[in-house]
């Protein structure tokens, strides 16, 4: 059974930093591709940060600079450091895996933030 576990998120002012854990369970921890994404209302999930096996990171091009992707493979959790918040990144956040061997992804159940200004 595949589980992920979103935490960290919260209510911070414009400015502010928050980091987000992802906890795995049930996974080969750092084969497969994983990611943060988000979904505000009203707007389609969008692509915030992906991890690959190698380590090679990709971000959206507007959290570019200000946020980090970045996993413990020994606690199997990944991790989204965010700074320079912004009240546009309001929204709830979604860990991912994509195992491509399957073609699937997995989903966490999200974690609220919200961003005031």
């Known amino acids: 059974q595949v589980q992920l576990v979103e935490s960290g998120g919260g209510l911070v002012q414009a400015g502010g930093s928050l980091r987000l854990s992802c906890a795995a369970s049930?996974?080969?921890?750092?084969?497969?591709?994983m990611g943060w994404y988000r979904q505000a209302p009203g707007k389609q999930r969008e692509l915030v940060a992906t991890i690959n096996s190698a380590g090679m990171t990709n971000y959206g091009d507007s959290v570019k600079g200000r946020f980090t992707i970045s996993r413990d493979n020994a606690k199997k959790t990944l991790f989204l450091q965010m700074n320079s918040l912004k009240p546009e990144d309001t929204a709830v956040y979604y860990c991912?895996?994509?195992?491509?061997?399957?073609?699937?992804?997995?989903w966490g159940q999200g974690t609220q933030v919200t961003v005031s200004s």
């Open positions: 991912n895996v994509y195992f491509q061997s399957r073609a699937i992804n997995v």
């Open positions: 049930g996974i080969t921890f750092g084969r497969d591709v």
